[in-house]
């Protein structure tokens, strides 16, 4: 399989401490794209990073991106009971026409 | 702010009888995906439309799944026959232009139940 694998599985922490996520891939992409997703609700879009980035922002979100090893993550900083949720990250390879590849994702939960 | 409409929400089917789930992207979306989301995994994509046209169906089971978009705005998915296996959150997407680029815009889902 080509698609992007999160790690760890599951993360639970305490309100204000920070979230890392990671993601690893196999093959070269054009970008990557993190969700979230609340319990049976859709997906939201966090923040895409192309394949010439290294960071990007976005209020507390940090993503990275590193080529070289072939793996993305995520951190969530001063985290709070509402960034509770699903964390997915999506790969779109070069080859595609605008398919995105999605991980089985991180559960992330943060306890009050 | 502009939504991605699914319905209906849940869908409880017996198994051999046929389903439907409908889509209305975000008004001017030209690209529109259809995705099946197992509990605890990532979503699939099943098909994906640009406009009226089907650009990726190689991961649709097209011998019991149909999709389509015929005025290249809303979508029907459709399962007939149901199996059990088939039970599984079905997710609708769209997004601007096609492109990996874009970002996508997700509705609630149909949460469906086979028996």
């Known amino acids: 399989s080509q698609q992007g694998e999160e790690d760890p599985q599951a993360l639970s922490i305490q309100e204000g401490e920070n979230a890392t996520m990671n993601c690893s891939y196999k093959t070269s992409i054009n970008n990557l794209q993190w969700y979230r997703q609340n319990s049976g609700r859709g997906l939201v879009h966090l923040i895409l990073?192309?394949?010439?980035?290294r960071e990007k922002h976005s209020g507390r979100l940090r993503v990275t991106l590193d080529t070289s090893k072939k793996s993305s993550s995520l951190l969530i900083t001063a985290s709070r009971a509402a960034d509770t949720a699903s964390y997915f990250c999506a790969t779109s390879y070069n080859t595609n026409a605008g398919k995105s590849t999605f991980g089985d994702g991180t559960t992330l939960t943060v306890k009050p | 702010e502009a939504e991605v409409a699914q319905s209906p929400r849940y869908k409880i089917t017996e198994k051999s009888q046929a389903v439907a789930f409908w889509c209305d992207p975000i008004?001017?979306?030209?690209?529109l995906y259809w995705y099946r989301q197992i509990l605890g995994q990532g979503p699939e994509l099943l098909v994906q439309?640009?406009?009226?046209?089907?650009?990726?169906d190689s991961q649709l089971p097209k011998d019991r799944f149909s999709a389509e978009r015929l005025k290249g705005v809303d979508s029907t998915l459709k399962i007939q026959p149901a199996e059990l296996g088939d039970s599984a959150m079905y997710l609708c997407?769209?997004?601007?232009?096609?492109?990996?680029?874009?970002?996508?815009?997700f509705g609630p889902g149909t949460r469906l139940t086979v028996t």
């Open positions: 439309f640009q406009d009226e046209s089907v650009v990726d």
């Open positions: 997407a769209s997004s601007p232009r096609q492109g990996s680029s874009y970002e996508q815009y």
């Open positions: 990073i192309r394949s010439n980035e």
């Open positions: 008004s001017g979306h030209a690209t």
